[in-house]
Nanobody, 123 residues
């Protein structure tokens, strides 16, 4: 059974940095692209970033390019999201998932989501 556990969120001021972590289990981690998504209050969940199996290829939503960096440690079954220069619009619950590319965007390959980690940015 695929499981992911996100951590690292918090309350920060605009301009600050945070590093999110996601530990995955239940599948061959190194064989799958991984991604981050987020859901702000009253909005749909949206794609944030994705990385192929060794993070040599990375992809970002336009809203986070140049500020966020996705990376992974396959030995630890962990994917990271380094978030710099945070803005109030980055406030959301952040989720990780193994991803697939369909209909011109990255999507959760599985039906379940983790509990997410809350990021709140005060302006």
């Amino acid at each position: 059974q695929v499981q992911v556990v996100e951590s690292g969120g918090g309350l920060v001021q605009a301009g600050a940095s945070l590093r999110l972590s996601c530990v995955a289990s239940g599948f061959m981690f190194e064989a799958h692209p991984m991604g981050w998504f987020r859901q702000a209050p009253g909005k749909e969940r949206e794609f944030v970033a994705a990385a192929n199996w060794n993070a040599e290829n990375t992809y970002y939503a336009d809203s986070v390019k140049e500020r966020f960096t996705i990376s992974r440690d396959n030995a630890k079954n962990t994917v990271y999201l380094q978030m710099n220069n945070l803005e109030a619009d980055d406030t959301a619950v952040y989720y990780c998932a193994r991803v697939t590319y369909a209909e011109k965007t990255f999507r959760n390959k599985d039906t379940n989501w983790g509990q997410g980690t809350q990021v709140t940015v005060s302006s």
